[in-house]
C-alpha cells in the first residue's frame, strides 16, 4: 500500500509539471531564449510603395504597418530585441529634411529601436550632412535609438588637426552616444551589440570624409570586450556589408568565418532577402530586404555550451493587410508637412502631386539593370534629362548630343497608375549638390566622339562584371555582341535623332553630353579602372578637362531663381509635359518598346565574333598567338630531347647484341 501511494505521488507530481497539451515546462525553465526583430536598408520609406508583385501591383512597406507588425511580435515574444543594419536613411522625399530634421532617427526611436549602425548613405550629404543630423536629432529631445559603428577613423591632415567637417562629425557622435557596441538586458540577458560598414560599402561612400578600418580586426577587437568584459550571453553584429551568391563576395560570410564567436549577424547593404538564413559554424545570418517591405525574425535558444541554436526564422511581410500604427502614421504626416514647408515649395510641387499616368509597368525597381539591354525606364529618364535642359535654357539651349544614366543611381520605378512627385523623386534620389539641397543635378559636359563610343564600350564589356555600371542612353544607337573579346564587343555606334534618323560620329568632334553629377565624376575614372584600356575625360566646350564638375551644373534661369536642375525634377517636369486627358499627362506608348537604341546581338559567327578588331582585340589575339607559339615551341623542344635520348640509349645497348 506504502509502494501504491508513494507511486500514486510521483505520478501526480510528473502531471502537475505537464502544461497543457502535453509539452514539458520543466526542461525549459532553465533556457534562455530570444527574438531578434531586424530590417536594414529601408531608405526613407517611411510611406507604402507600389510595386509589381507577379506581375501585380501591390502596396508594400511603410513604417505604421511595419510598427503593427513589431507590436504584434513583441506580444508573442517574452524577449524581444529590435536593431537595424544601417541605410536607414536616403530614397525618398524625406531624406530631404535629413540635415534640417532628422526623421529618421526620431521616427526609429519612436518606434522602439534599441540599436541601429550607419550605412554609407547615412553620409551621402557628406560628414557636415551627418552631424547636423545627429545633432538635430539629439536636440529634438524625442527618444532615440542607440546608434553603434566600430571602425570609423577620423583622419588627420599633416599638422595633426581635423578638418573642420570632420571636428563638427566628432563632436556630434559624441554628443549623440554613439559607441563601438551597446550592452542591452533583457529579462537577466545580457546582449551586446555593435556595428560595422564593409569594403564594398566604404567603396559606395566616397564623400564621407572618414576612413573605414579593417572589418575582422575591430570586430576581434569589440567581441574580446563584450565576452571578457562586459561577460554578455549574446553577441549580435549589425553589419552593413552584406552576403552574395558569390561566395568570394560574400562578406558577411566571411566575417563569420574569421570571426566566429558573433552569434547573430544582421546583414544590410546588399539588400538580400534570405528567404532561409545563412548558418556559418554557430553563427546566424539574417538580412531581409528593402524598402521596409519585411520584418525579420530570428528565435533562439541558448544551449548547454552557452552558444545559440536557431529555433525559427521568418520574414513577416509588411504590406495594407496590416492596420496602420495611428501614432507613427501622426508622426508620418507631420514630417510630410516639413517636407513640403522646406524642400518642395522651392520647386512649386506637392509630395502626393499627380504629374501624370501610365498604361503600364515599367521595369521593377528590384530589377533594374538586371538584364543587359535597352529598357524603357532608362529611355523615358534620359529623355527627361535632354527636355529639362531645353526647358530650362530656354533661348540659349545649346543641343545635347546625348545623355546617360547608369543603373546604379536609378533608385525607383513606375507601374501602371497614377505617377505622383514623390514617385518622381524616388526614381532618383541620391545625393546632393553644390547648392546642398537634396538630389543630384544634372551637368553639361563634352566628350569627343570617340569617347562616346568607348561609353558604348563600357556598357558592353564592363556591365556583365558590374551591372550598376549598365548605361541606359538618349541620342545614341549602338550594337555589340557579348560573344566578341572583352573591350572590343561594340560592332557599330551612330547618333540617333528623335525621330530615329542616325548619324555618323566623327572622333575628333566635341559632342555635348548631359548626365548627373554623380554619374559625370564616375565616368572620369573609367580610364584609372580600365588600367588605361579605356579613357573617357569630360571636358569643358572649350576641350579643356573638367577639374571642377559642380561649376557645370545646368541651372534654370526661367524664373529668375538660377535653381539647380535636379535628375528627379527633370523628370518630373518630363512627366507633366505629354499630351493630357482630364487635365492629366499621359505616358506615351513609345514607352512601351525599345527603340533599338542598344542592340544585343549575341552571335557566335567566326565572323561576327572576331571581325573589324580593335587594338586591344588584336593585342588580346598577339598575346594569345604568342603563348600558343611558345606552348608548341616547349612541346616541340622537349620531344626532340626525348628522341635524341632514345637514340643515345639505343647506341649504347646495340654493342651487345
Partial sequence: MKTFIRGLCILLCVLMLQPMGGKKVFADNNEKTMTILFTHDMHDHLLPTSIQDNGQVVRTGGYAELQSAINAEKKSSANSILVDAGDYSMGTLFQSIYSSDAPELRILGQMGYDAVTLGNHEFDFRANGLADSLNVAKNSGDKLPQIVQSNVSFNADKSGNLSQSLANLKKAMSDYGIKDYTVIEKNGIKIGVFGLIGLDAADSAPMAEVKFTDVTENAKRVVDILKNKEKVDMIICLSHSGVDVDKSKSEDEKLAKNVPEIDVIISGHTHTKLEKPIVVGSTIIGSCGEYSENLGVINITQNSDKRWKLNNYKLDKIDNTLTPDSNISKTIEKFKSVVEQKYLNRFDMKFDEILAYSTMNFVPSSDIGKKHGEDTLGNLITDAYIYAVKKAEGANYEPVAAAFV????????????????????????????????????????????????????????????????????????????????????????????????????????????????????????????????????????????????????????????????????????????????????????????????????????????????????????????????????????????????????????????
Wanted: positive net charge.
Fill in 406 to 657: 547608369p543603373t546604379g543611381t536609378i533608385r525607383g520605378s513606375f507601374v501602371k497608375g497614377n505617377i505622383t512627385v514623390s514617385d518622381a523623386f524616388n526614381a532618383s534620389s541620391l545625393g546632393i549638390g553644390a547648392d546642398k539641397i537634396s538630389g543630384y543635378p544634372l551637368i553639361s559636359v563634352y566628350l569627343t566622339g570617340k569617347e562616346l563610343k568607348t561609353a558604348c564600350e563600357v556598357d558592353a564589356s564592363i556591365s556583365p562584371v558590374m551591372s550598376s555600371a549598365q548605361l541606359y542612353m538618349s541620342g545614341l544607337n549602338f550594337a555589340f555582341n557579348p560573344n566578341r573579346i572583352i573591350l572590343n564587343k561594340v560592332t557599330k555606334a551612330n547618333l540617333q535623332k528623335p525621330d530615329g534618323t542616325l548619324e555618323i560620329i566623327e572622333d575628333k568632334k566635341l559632342y555635348r553630353v548631359v548626365v548627373g553629377l554623380y554619374s559625370a565624376q564616375m565616368l572620369s575614372v573609367v580610364g584609372e579602372k580600365s588600367y588605361g584600356l579605356l579613357s573617357i575625360v569630360p571636358k569643358t566646350k572649350d576641350g579643356k578637362p573638367i577639374t571642377d564638375f559642380e561649376a557645370q551644373i545646368i541651372k534654370d534661369n526661367s524664373n529668375g531663381n538660377n535653381y539647380e536642375v535636379k535628375e528627379w525634377f527633370a523628370i518630373a517636369e518630363y512627366l507633366k509635359s505629354f499630351d493630357k486627358v482630364n487635365g492629366v499627362s499621359q505616358i506615351p506608348k513609345y514607352y512601351s518598346e525599345t527603340h533599338e537604341r542598344k542592340v544585343v546581338l549575341g552571335s557566335h559567327n567566326i565572323i561576327a565574333m572576331f571581325s573589324s578588331p580593335n587594338v586591344f582585340s588584336i593585342s588580346i589575339c598577339a598575346i594569345i598567338i604568342v603563348v600558343i607559339a611558345l606552348v608548341i615551341f616547349i612541346i616541340v623542344r622537349i620531344a626532340t630531347r626525348k628522341k635524341r635520348r632514345a637514340k643515345k640509349a639505343a647506341k649504347k645497348i646495340s654493342p651487345l647484341f
